[in-house]
């Protein structure tokens, strides 16, 4: 059976990649050395035309139907890797039928939960990796997206100004319908529950869970994170005719949730003395869509408050709030953030991202005005930032030198 390459875009250098070789076996020249979550199937990142590639080894009908799904997700504008080919009809040189290839683009500066906890975070920092998940899942079902296999391991998370956001990376067991029932999304909950408890078990086990986190306690608050922000993103409620205030109130918490509203459904009771609010069209994105639109920067959600939060301070300091938005966002972006960006070293750019960078110099300006009791230059921030904070820090956009797969497995099926 000939090779057969199924690519939206295909990559010539596909087909220099050895698939005549089982992927475990494949030479240790073309992978990268980038920390893997838990996989029922066998993973390795290679080498691909200057960049990295995730190679999934999977049964060809599974691995067609992913990509297909992978690509629908995309098009929706949902958080997910990126699909790039099936290989398929592979054979080794004495005729030995071989698994066909998902192909995915790796996601630069993203980490498996196993590879975030091997660097000791704080009990808190669980709390924003529950918070990242629960939006994820929150958008996916929203978009009518069953995905049949919650957990931690397939995921890849981000970080985001201080946060996370999370991405689905195994769309394996999923199936994308015109909306969910709440059977539906009661079994995705269901499954989470019991898959995250049994990874946050597995961290107990290898001792990189922080001793006062409860495993089940974990799990059990990811979903009830979730409970809420699904109320907030599709529960209807009542108020009385002389509170139509509340409509704006209700779209300006789902704003600060980083939620727009295209549309909302008002209706009133018998009598008409109250109003009924449920919004019917919901999506993710408020402020990165903003930020993109004012300055071009595409960047995560929580991010992009960030930024936007510093341009409007630029805007009062510059006593400039009658003037167009458009206009000052470019000058802020040329005189604060572009000059900021290129401040830092190439040798250093590997670490984070130039926004979340940016964020960090904010944060470490605030603490240096608290310790010296008065406002600092960022050009100060920054120096002092780029010298004492950031060559510290591991690596994220490729290579991080964490081999998750050393830490103990619970659920040998997940190997």
Known sequence: ?????????????????????????????????????????????????????????????????????????????????????????????????????????????????RALFSQNLRADTTARLADALAVLLARLHLAGFFWGDVSLSNTLFRRDAGAFSAYLVDAETGELHDSLSTGQREHDLDLAQVNIAGEMMDLAAAGVLPEELDPIEVSHEIIERYRGLWQELTGDEWFGVGERWRVDERIRRLNVLGFDVDELAITTDLDGTHLRIEPKVVDAGHHSRRLLRLTGLDVEENQARRLLNDLDSYRA??????????????????????????????????????????????????????????????????????????????????????????????????E
Do not use: N
């Open 317 to 414: 300091a510059m006593d400039r709030q009658g003037d167009d938005e458009s206009l000052v966002a470019h000058d802020w972006l040329s005189r604060v953030y572009e000059p900021t960006a290129r401040a830092i070293p190439r040798e250093l750019r590997a670490k984070l991202e130039p926004a979340e960078i940016f964020h960090e110099i904010l944060e470490h300006r605030w603490y240096m005005a608290e310790r010296v009791g008065h406002d600092v230059p960022i050009e100060d921030a920054i120096a002092e930032y780029l010298r004492e904070v950031l060559p510290s820090k591991p690596d994220e956009q490729s290579v991080l030198g964490t081999d998750t797969q050393m830490l103990p497995v619970v659920d040998k099926e997940m």
């Open 1 to 113: 059976m000939p090779l057969d390459i199924s690519a939206a875009r295909p990559d010539p250098a596909l087909l220099d990649l050895p698939w005549s070789v089982p992927l475990e076996e494949w030479p240790t020249d073309l992978i990268a050395a980038l920390p893997r979550g838990i996989s029922r199937h066998v993973v390795r990142f290679a080498r691909l035309s200057g960049g990295i590639v995730a190679v999934k080894e999977i049964k060809a009908d599974l691995a067609r139907a992913e990509y297909q799904l992978l690509r629908q997700l995309r098009r929706l504008d949902l958080p997910c890797v990126e699909p790039l080919a099936v290989v398929s009809g592979r054979t080794t040189p004495d005729g030995t039928p071989l698994d066909a290839c998902l192909v995915t683009r790796h996601l630069q500066f993203s980490l498996p939960y």
